[in-house]
C-alpha cells in the first residue's frame, strides 16, 4: 500500500545543506518529512575542513562548537607548498587564540548535525531515496521508495529543498543546473594514521595538480585526511587517472613526503565530485529550491562548500518560510530572492576564486605565484584573502581591498 503523507517542507538530503534546512524550517515553525536515502551515521568523501564561519551559523542554530569538536582536531595553521616547494605559512588563522576552524570527519560532523534535525522532522525517511518528483507553484508531490523494505511513500509538501548533493537527483529530474567539465573537480580522500601530526593543515600545489592540490588535514592528533581536488584536463594530457597522479604526487613530493613521514594509509582511497559555484544556470524552479551541492555551490579554488551548503539551505528556508507565511505561491516567479540573494553575495567571492584558479592552471603563473607569495606578504595576504574569504561584488576593484592586501587585515 502507497501511503501518502503532508508536510509544509519535503527536504531531500540530509547531509549539513539538508540537516540545516531541515532546522531553520523547524525554527519558522514549519513541519518538514527529511528524506535521505542514506542510514545515518553514513560517511562523506570530503576534505573535512570546517572553516571558522560555519561555526558561526552552527551558533544560530543552537549547535555547540566544543560538542561538534568532541570528534575533530583544532587547527591554527595553513602551510601552502609551491611546484618548487617554496612554503607560505599562515600561522593563527583567526586574530584570537580560540581557533574555532578545524577538520571533523564528515561521518561524526554530519551526524551530529542530522541527529538535532531528525529530533525536530515530522517525518525522518532516512533510508528513502527520491525516484520522482512532480513540481508546481503551489504543491508538490515526491515518491520516495525505502531501500530496506522497497515500499514507496508518496510526499506531498508545499515546497521543496534540494539538498541531495553533487549528483543532485532533484536537479536531474527537474532538468535544472546541466553538469559542466569546465565547471567541476574531481576528488580523493584516503585517512592515513599512526604519527603524530601539529595543529597545522598544509595544501600542496604541484606541477602534476594545478590548478588543484594535494591536502594534508589532520582530523586528530594522530590521523589526517590526505585528498587531492584536479580537474579532467591531466587524463587528456597525461593518459593518467587521478589515482595515478595522487600515488604519484605522495610518493614524489619530498615536502608531502615529510609530512606524512610515518603515517600509513588506514582505509581504501575514495572518490567523489565537486560542482563548482561558477555553473552557469538557475537553482530555482515552481516550488523547488537548490542549496548545497545540489546548487553546486563550491569554492572553485578552495573546493570548499560545506560553509555555503548550511548557508544556502538556511537562506531557502528563511524565503520560503516567508512565502508560506504569507499564502503565496512559491512560483519560480516569487522564488527569485533566492535567485538574486545567491548572485549577489556568494557568486562574487567564487568569480575571484575562479580568476586565481584559471592563473593557477599554469605552472610558469604557480611557480612564480608561489615564490612570491612565500618572500612578499602582499603576495601572501592575497592568496588568502581569496582562498579563505566570499568576497562582495567588485571587491577587486576597490582600494580598500588593497591596502587590506598590503596590511595583511
Ligand atoms: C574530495 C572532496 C573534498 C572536499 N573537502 C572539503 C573541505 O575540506 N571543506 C569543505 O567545506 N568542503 C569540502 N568539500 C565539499 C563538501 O563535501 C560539500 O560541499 C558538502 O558535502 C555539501 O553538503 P550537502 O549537504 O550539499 O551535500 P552532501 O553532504 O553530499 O549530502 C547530500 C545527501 O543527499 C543524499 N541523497 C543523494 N541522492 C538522494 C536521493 N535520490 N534520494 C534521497 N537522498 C539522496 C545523500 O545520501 C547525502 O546524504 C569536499 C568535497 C570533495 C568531493
Redesign the pocket.
Known amino acids: 500500500m502507497i501511503e501518502t503523507i503532508n508536510v509544509d517542507v519535503a527536504i531531500?538530503?540530509?547531509?549539513?545543506?539538508?540537516s540545516a534546512a531541515a532546522l531553520s524550517c523547524h525554527k519558522h515553525g514549519l513541519s518538514v518529512a527529511l528524506?535521505?536515502?542514506?542510514v545515518f551515521p553514513?560517511d562523506?568523501?570530503?576534505?573535512?575542513?570546517?572553516?571558522l564561519k560555519t561555526f558561526k551559523l552552527l551558533e544560530e542554530l543552537g549547535f555547540n562548537e566544543q560538542d561538534l569538536f568532541k570528534d575533530g582536531f583544532k587547527i591554527n595553521r595553513l602551510k601552502v607548498y609551491g611546484p618548487d616547494h617554496h612554503v607560505t605559512t599562515y600561522g593563527g588563522l583567526t586574530p584570537d587564540a580560540s581557533t574555532k576552524s578545524g577538520c571533523i570527519p564528515?561521518k561524526a560532523f554530519?551526524n551530529a548535525l542530522y541527529r538535532r534535525a531528525a529530533a525536530i522532522c515530522r517525518y525522518n525517511l532516512t533510508g528513502?531515496?527520491?525516484e520522482a518528483i512532480e513540481n508546481g507553484a503551489n504543491i508538490q508531490t515526491l515518491r520516495?521508495r525505502s531501500l530496506k523494505t522497497k515500499s514507496e511513500q508518496t510526499v506531498v509538501a508545499r515546497a521543496v529543498i534540494a539538498?541531495?548533493?553533487?549528483?543532485?537527483?532533484t536537479a536531474r529530474l527537474l532538468k535544472l543546473l546541466k553538469r559542466d567539465q569546465a565547471h567541476h573537480f574531481d576528488?580523493?580522500?584516503w585517512y592515513f594514521k599512526g604519527k603524530r601530526f601539529d595543529s597545522s593543515v598544509h595544501l600542496f600545489y604541484d606541477k602534476r595538480t594545478l590548478p588543484g592540490y594535494v591536502w594534508v588535514?589532520p582530523v586528530a592528533r594522530d590521523m589526517a585526511n590526505v585528498?587531492i581536488?584536479i580537474n579532467k584536463k591531466h587524463k587528456k594530457n597525461t593518459g593518467a587517472t587521478i589515482r595515478d597522479i595522487f600515488i604519484d604526487v605522495l610518493e614524489s613530493n619530498p615536502r608531502l613526503k615529510a609530512v606524512l613521514n610515518g603515517a600509513e594509509p588506514l582505509d581504501e582511497i575514495k572518490?567523489?565530485?565537486?560542482p563548482l559555484g561558477t555553473l552557469p544556470g538557475s537553482r530555482i524552479t515552481d516550488g523547488v529550491v537548490l542549496?548545497?551541492?545540489?546548487a553546486a555551490?563550491?569554492n572553485p579554488v578552495t573546493?570548499?562548500?560545506?560553509?555555503?551548503?548550511i548557508l544556502s539551505a538556511m537562506k531557502a528556508a528563511d524565503i520560503l518560510a516567508e512565502l508560506l507565511g504569507k499564502n503565496v505561491p512559491v512560483s519560480k516567479q516569487n522564488l527569485q530572492q533566492y535567485e538574486h540573494w545567491w548572485r549577489q553575495t556568494i557568486f562574487p567571492g567564487f568569480f575571484y576564486s575562479d580568476r586565481l584558479k584559471k592563473k593557477l592552471d599554469s605552472e610558469r603563473f604557480a611557480r612564480l605565484f608561489f615564490w612570491l607569495s612565500s618572500r612578499f606578504k602582499p603576495v601572501a595576504n592575497y592568496f588568502i584573502m581569496v582562498y579563505g574569504r566570499p568576497l562582495p561584488k567588485g571587491a577587486l576593484r576597490h582600494p580598500f581591498f588593497w591596502l587590506r592586501v598590503l596590511m595583511g587585515k
Open positions: 531531500v538530503g540530509a547531509g549539513p545543506a539538508g528524506i535521505d536515502k542514506a553514513r562523506k568523501v570530503c576534505g573535512d575542513g570546517i572553516p564528515r554530519d528513502y531515496k527520491l520516495v539538498a541531495d548533493g553533487a549528483n543532485s537527483y576528488g580523493l580522500r588535514f585528498g581536488m572518490g567523489a565530485p565537486l542549496v548545497g551541492d545540489a555551490f563550491i573546493g570548499g562548500g560545506i560553509y555555503f551548503a
